[in-house]
Every structure is written in C-alpha cells, then in structure tokens.
C-alpha cells in the first residue's frame, strides 16, 4: 500500500465520485456525470466500474470481481489484485462471502443480499445512443420519458425477425421512469435486476457518467403485450455440474468440432459439483476449470 | 363547424435582425377548417407556420390554442413537454420533404407505428394493423408494411409521412409546401389523397403553398402575404378570382395558365 | 330566397396604374323560391360580374346581398368566410361555365362529392342517375373529366350543380356547349328545381332556351368607365 492512497483515487475523487453515486440512487435509472479520471488500466477493461469500486469501497469489504462470469480471467484477476495491493482489501471468489463484487457482464447466478453492491462496467451508457446520435436530443428524450423510438426499434426487431433481437444489454424501465441500459448483461439476467434486494451500481469510465439502481427497485425489460420479454438460454444442461437453469457458456475443445457448454458463473458450477452435482462431461479438463489461486 | 377557433394568433411579429419575418399577423383557424398561406420565398409563411405550430418563438403577439376539452393554452407559453405531446397527438407537421420526418432506416409500419408507441400503445400486433390500415388510406400496398422507405418513390414517401402524422388522428395538421418536389402527376394524387382524407376525418390545416393552384384546391381560405405582412386575406376563390390588393394582383396574374 | 340591395362593384387593376372600372351600380335584384330570373344584357355588361358576385366569387364594394339560409338572411357581401363557405354547402348552388377540378378525381366522385345530407353510396347513386340523365354513359362515370370534351365536362359540371339540390341556384351559360337535345334535358332539369321551390338566376346566352326557362328577365346595363 506504500505510495499509494487508500483505494488507489485520492480521498477529493472518492468524495465526487460518491456525490455522483448519492444523485444517482437519488434518481434511479437516470445517467449522472462524473469528472472520470485516468486509471491504470485502458478503457474497455472497466475504468468506469474500478472508480465506483474505488469510492465505495471499505476497509472491511470482501472483493469479488468477475469478467463474463468468471474469477480467473485476466481483466478479473487484474482488478481483484489492483484493489488487493493498493487498498489491502480481502478478496474472495465466492458470490455469498463477498461484500462488493465487481462485475463485467454477468450477474452471478446466485440471488444477491441487502448487505451487497454490485458494481457494474459499462461501456455505452446511454440507451438510446444507437438510435439517436445527438447526446442533447437523448437528454431532452429522458426528460421527457419520451422513449416511443425506443419502441420502434423492438417494433422492428419484430418485423423481421419475429422476436425481439437483442441478445444483451437489453433495455430496461427503471422505477417506471428512466430508460436504462443495463450494460452488456445477457437479457437473461435482466430478470435479476428487478427488485434486486442488493445496490446496484454502474460506472461508464469513458462516457464519464455513473447511475444506479437502489435496492428494491422495480427494473423492467421493455417488451410489447402480444410479445413479452422471454429470457433464453442455450438448450443444454452444463456439462460440469449438470445446472439446468444457468447461462451457458459454449466452449470449444478440440479441433474437430467437439464443444462444450459449461456455466459462465464459474464460482456458481463450482459450489454444485463441491456439493456432488455432476454434469455429462465432469471430468473432462477444460480451460474454464479453474485453479485456486 | 364549430363557432370557437381551433388556432388564434394576435399581433405575431417576429424579425431576423433587421429583416422582418412577421409584422403584426392575426390568424383564425376553426375546427375542419383547410387554411392556405400564401406567398413568395422570404413572405414570412413559413415563419408564420413554424410560430403558429410553436416550433418558433415570436418576439410579441400571442397564439392561442384550443384543446380537445375547450381548454385555451397559450403556444408560446406552453411548457415543452406539454408541447412535444400536443405535437405527437393533436397536432401533426407534414414536412415538404417527408426525409426530414420519416425514419429512413425503419420499415413503413415502424414509421406508422411510431406516435402510436410514443402515447404508451404497446401491442405489437394492434399497431401493425393500424400501420397497415393508414397504408390503404394513403394508397400504399399493405405489402410494403415491412419495407424501408428508401424503396419508396417520392409520392409514396410523402403519402407515408402523411400516414405516419394522420395516425394519432390528430385535429389541426401545419402542412409546409407538403406538394412541392414532386412530379405534376403525383402532385395531382396527393392532392386528391390531402383533400379526401381532410374532408373525411375533418382536419384543419394551416397549409404554406407557393402553388396558388394548390391553395385553390385545398384551401377554404387563404391569407396572401408580403414581406412579413399578411396583405390580404379572404375565401379562396374569391381572393384569387377577384383580389383587391396590388401584390394579390400581381401575385395572380405571374401564374402561367396551362 | 335571394334579394340584393344596391348592390356596387369596381375592378381597380393597381398593375395598370390603379385604373378603375365600375361594373355594377345599384342592383337590385329579387328572386323567390319556385322562381328562375334570366340576366340579359349586351356582352360586358356584367352579367357574369353579377352571377360571381352573388356567389361570393367576386367581392361586392357597396350593397347588401341577402341570402335566405337556414331560416335567416346572409349578407353574403360582408359574411365571414367561412359563413360564406357554409352557405354554399346547403344553400347556394353555383354552375360555372367550366369545369375546376382536381385533376385526377373520377367524375362519378366529383358528382357525388357535391351530394347534400345523403350517405356516401346514395350519393354515387345519384350522380350515376344524373350523369347518364345528361348522357356521360357509364363507362366514362370512373375516367377524370380533364379529357372529356367542352359539353362533356359541362354536363358534368351540371350534374354537380344539380345533385344538391340547393335551394338557391346560379348557373352561368348552363347550356353554352350542349347541342338542342341535350339542353332539353337541361331545360327540364331547371323546371324540376324551380317546382321543388329553388330560386334561380341564370345567364342563358340562347334566348330560346332562356324563354322556356326564365319567368322575369333582369337587365343588366353597362356603365360608362370612370377611369
């Protein structure tokens, strides 16, 4: 922790980023700015989720960060480190001890508890970014509730698809207020979100913008009556511990076509096969078991 | 018809600098009622449009408007949201060129759909029925519902804006030059298309024509303007038959007659 | 039904230095229901200044011109617009010399447009009725008068007049174009109006079919020019 301050950011960042956070759970749903600084580590690695990490973090807090669901990936095992040597803070990769957990793209499969935050990396904050160029015009749009467009995009989905074809970061109501984007979450975690009894919390490093959703909140996916939100999930089993109502990653293990579709919460398949859950293929060495470590 | 006014303007004056846009324009509009402005470039009409639909702000004078419970609301003191939603419900804007409304990225019926969307309607099978309904209405194939306008021709884009703003049914509908850049032929579809659906659903129209034909056509009356200043004002036929001011004059007598 | 009072109109070109010239002077003109007034006069006179004029079309300088609509009298010189609009839809019935209409509408539609107080279907019935009453056979009822001939689109012109049945009428050389058949059927026409009590004030250039329809004459002089 030599040369450095408590959490990396100097106390003066930690007490705006917080002043943000507060604004943010204030307003759910709604996208507050946020003077973002320079970390070590580059955008798109979760400068924006470091930051808020950063600011609420405490001496006391248990650490978990995951990248797609995984602990053991490069960006998590980095992040779970950076805090680990410049704030000292325990670290763990199982969901239930952990205090804070850091996420990029994933929701852990296990429900999340009151005495928890989620922080969440987000690369485009603004929901409404891909169908509205202007950030004035997507400003007045949220001040407004006018999210009608927002709509024809489903609409078109639709029309030429026959379904709504968005696979992530699929748009939600909060509160019944703001249109928000949930990061790159696959829409299948989107249920989790509402009413979720843990904080959650998102940082959009080069966007410069944090919002949040307080516990409690009802988060909705937008949808139309004759064709509501349905989750999907790859039709399979995880072949380690046999969960059937997990996402799925697919894993390719060989060169002649042989796959594999495992859980992406890793701790999650972990805490089943440790109970004696055992999937079609436990056994089979694959890059996704994962080492202590 | 009705004997409140849908639209009341007093005293509209607004200027560019030193070049007045609006001098002193009083305008009435009532319930059903097609009302024609006319004028060459820089007359000050489509200024007059774009103050009367609240798009612009004038520097003095008042335009009052009549919600559907007899409601007065003052247009320029509107709050913007209250606006925005008059402009997507009650009121329509029909562009000169339907690119600058429409969703060229979007299917016919997405573009239809929209305003109904953007009031909460959240049925996607109602609102494609609806999309496809407004489509007959304006003489579009029901099987071009999941095209992109960028199939259309220009008459069947202005038909599809005019879809797409007809849609929420609203009572008062700006149209600006909504004939012009189109081929004679279409222009004469479109107009038949405006004044059918006009007539049939009892729309009022404040329509900004250059084309004293289309005005002849269209409108029950017309307001000639000059320089920011309304000269004239009257029934159409009798305006253009017999018009008493001299620009009115000269404006009628530079028409080609085909 | 229809009465003016010193009636007074001017055309003042202001393209031509302001140049004035008076047209009508003090008519005075009454026409009751059930009864067709002929305007006479040399050519020029103002008979067609007159007709427009009494229609709105024209705008009167002087004078009053009082129109029996909906049970009370309408000064059609000094109504708002948009009264004038609506005693044209349900009173006053105007035949121009020619056709003006938007380019592509079928005329069928164009007849049935001018239909009163009727449904939609009714409506296309009758005008059917009227067209082939006039002789615009059938197979021409769906086409767009632009490429009908002179007394083809006069006829159509007509049937528009008539399909209102408004109970005060203005027709404007009603049989100009026709040949005799087909002005008798015209002719017969103004009578059926007259008995179902329309008040009618015409310009019939052919004295003929003037005095089978006309029961007063009303003369139409020309002024001196005070320019």
């Not at chain 2, 305008?27 to 798009?55: F, H, I, M, Q, Y």
């Not at chain 2, 019926?109 to 929209?114: A, R």
């Not at chain 2, 307001?223 to 001011?245: I, S």
């Not at chain 3, 197979?139 to 012109?157: C, D, I, K, Y």
Request: aromatic residues 6%; charged residues 20%.
């Amino acid at each position: 922790m030599k040369g450095y301050n408590f959490a990396y950011l100097d106390e003066q960042t930690k007490r705006m980023i917080r002043r943000a956070l507060l604004k943010a759970v204030a307003i759910p749903g709604h996208q507050v700015p946020f003077g973002s600084r320079e970390m070590p580590l580059p955008y798109g690695w979760g400068t924006g989720g470091i930051q808020v990490t950063a600011a609420v973090l405490g001496e006391a807090d248990v650490l978990k960060v995951i990248d797609q669901g995984a602990d053991d990936t490069t960006n998590a095992v980095s992040i779970r480190r950076f805090f680990g040597r410049t704030a000292g803070v325990a670290t763990t990769t199982h969901t239930t001890e952990a205090t804070v957990i850091q996420t990029r793209h994933r929701i852990p499969e296990v429900a999340l508890r009151e005495d928890q935050i989620i922080v969440y990396q987000v690369p485009q904050p603004e929901p409404l970014s891909k169908l509205e160029p202007s950030r004035a015009e997507t400003r007045r749009m949220h001040g407004l509730a006018e999210y009608g467009a927002m709509h024809v995009k489903l609409y078109e989905d639709i029309t030429r698809f026959g379904h709504v074809a968005i696979s992530y970061d699929y748009p939600v109501m909060v509160n019944g207020r703001y249109l928000m984007a949930p990061s790159p979450i696959p829409a299948f975690d989107n249920p989790k979100m509402h009413m979720m009894p843990a904080l959650q919390l998102f940082g959009a490093g080069r966007e410069q913008r944090i919002y949040a959703v307080p516990p409690w909140t009802a988060v909705r996916s937008l949808d139309f009556e004759d064709h509501p939100f349905r989750t999907t999930r790859a039709p399979h089993a995880c072949g380690l511990c046999g969960a059937a109502d997990s996402y799925l990653d697919e894993v390719v293990t060989d060169d002649r076509g042989g796959r594999l579709f495992v859980c992406s919460d890793t701790d999650f398949c972990e805490g089943r096969r440790a109970a004696g859950h055992l999937g079609s293929e436990a056994g089979a060495e694959t890059g996704t078991d994962m080492a202590a470590e | 018809m009705a004997d409140e006014t849908l639209l009341s303007a007093r005293g509209l004056s607004l200027s560019f600098g030193a070049i007045p846009a609006l001098v002193g324009v009083d305008a009435d509009l009532w319930p059903g009622e097609v009302l024609a402005v006319v004028g060459e470039s820089g007359s000050g009409k489509t200024t007059l449009l774009n103050v009367l639909s609240g798009r612009m702000a004038p520097h003095s004078g008042v335009t009052w408007y009549r919600d559907p419970e007899g409601v007065l609301h003052d247009v320029h003191a509107m709050p913007m949201p209250a606006l925005r939603a008059l402009h997507r419900s009650d009121w329509g804007f029909v562009h000169q060129n339907p690119r600058d409304s429409l969703r060229m990225g979007v299917t016919a019926g997405g573009n239809v759909g929209e305003r109904l969307m953007a009031q909460g309607m959240r049925h996607y099978g109602r609102i494609r029925a609806e999309a496809i309904d407004w489509l007959r209405q304006v003489e579009i194939d029901a099987d071009r519902v999941d095209h992109l306008p960028r199939t259309f021709s220009g008459g069947m884009l202005q038909r599809l804006q005019i879809a797409r703003t007809l849609v929420t049914h609203p009572r008062l509908v700006f149209m600006d030059e909504p004939t012009g850049g189109l081929d004679v032929s279409v222009q004469a579809r479109l107009l038949d298309l405006i004044r059918g659906l006009v007539a049939r659903l009892d729309i009022a129209v404040v329509l900004v024509t250059h084309d004293l034909a289309v005005a002849r056509l269209l409108a029950h009356r017309i307001m000639v303007m000059q320089r920011g200043v309304v000269v004239e004002t009257g029934l159409t036929d009798q305006v253009l038959d017999d018009p008493q001011h001299p620009y009115t004059q000269l404006l009628v007598s530079s028409v080609l007659q085909a | 039904m229809l009465r003016t009072e010193g009636l007074e109109k001017q055309f003042v070109l202001h393209l031509r230095g302001g140049l004035r010239l008076p047209v009508l002077a003090h008519v005075d003109l009454h026409v009751a229901a059930g009864e067709c007034v002929a305007l006479v006069g040399p050519s020029g006179a103002g008979k067609s200044t007159l007709l427009r004029a009494l229609y709105g079309n024209y705008h009167a300088d002087a004078g009053r011109i009082l129109v029996r609509h909906e049970g009370a009298l309408v000064d059609i010189a000094a109504a708002a617009p948009r009264t004038v609009v609506r005693v044209r839809a349900d009173t006053l019935g105007y035949v121009s010399q020619f056709l003006r209409v938007v380019p592509r509408v079928p005329a069928l539609d164009i007849v049935a447009d001018a239909a009163r107080g009727v449904s939609r279907e009714q409506a296309r019935e009758m005008a059917a009725a009227l067209l082939l009453r006039l002789h615009i056979p059938a197979r021409m009822h769906a086409l767009p008068p632009a490429t009908f001939s002179g007394g083809e689109q006069q006829r159509v012109n007509l049937a528009r007049g008539f399909i209102g049945g408004h109970p005060v009428l203005l027709l404007d050389e009603p049989t100009a174009s026709l040949d005799a058949a087909r002005a008798d059927i015209v002719v017969d026409m103004i009578a059926e109006a007259k008995q179902n009590g329309a008040a009618i004030v015409g310009i019939f250039h052919d004295v003929a079919v003037r005095d089978r329809v006309a029961d007063r004459l009303h003369h139409v002089t020309p002024l001196q020019d005070a320019a």
